[in-house]
């Protein structure tokens, strides 16, 4: 029988673990535990307190992600319309074609020019850390799984 792995990792919270654990996810919790009582494994409640704290993030993740989409693309839109020179690279072509940017906003484009790509490189440097973090969450759901298979443990 092939299990996905949020339904192994649900069967393995016992009854006495869902004090712990918040109020709105009891009833999923309790639902689970009971339909896989007989499961044998031991967990430390380490790696239980860890799948607990995956399982709030990945249902938070939903709601969080949608928002920050919805932001930035709002964001975008705005910039695109009111402040074109930001964002609308076409206008920018058009204008500089037209020879029809002030030197000061030509000037201070340039000056901004170096402090916008140090926050891309800022910003590419935070998501390698954040795919480093990632990595490492597989990591302790590999650990967890081979010890649910009985293999060895990785390094």
């Known amino acids: 029988m092939v299990i996905n792995p949020l339904q192994w990792r649900l ?53 969080v992600g949608v928002v920050l989409i919805v932001g930035l693309t709002g964001l975008w839109v705005s910039l695109f319309w009111f402040v074109p020179l930001l964002a609308n690279p076409f206008e920018v072509m058009t204008r500089l074609n037209a020879d029809s940017i002030p030197p000061s906003t030509m000037a201070l484009s340039t000056a901004l020019l170096p402090i916008i790509f140090l ?37």
């Open 11 to 63: 069967q393995e919270i016992k009854k006495g673990d869902l004090d712990a654990m918040d109020q709105g996810y009891r009833g999923v919790l309790q639902i689970v535990v009971e339909h896989h009582e007989g499961a044998d494994m031991d967990l430390s409640d380490q790696e239980r307190q860890f799948l607990a704290k995956r399982i709030r993030l990945v249902r938070a993740w939903k709601y």
């Open 119 to 155: 926050t891309c490189f800022l910003l590419a440097l935070v998501i390698v850390l954040f795919t480093f973090a990632s990595f490492s969450n597989e990591r302790n759901y590999l650990v967890i799984i081979q010890k649910k298979n009985g293999y060895r443990r990785i390094n």
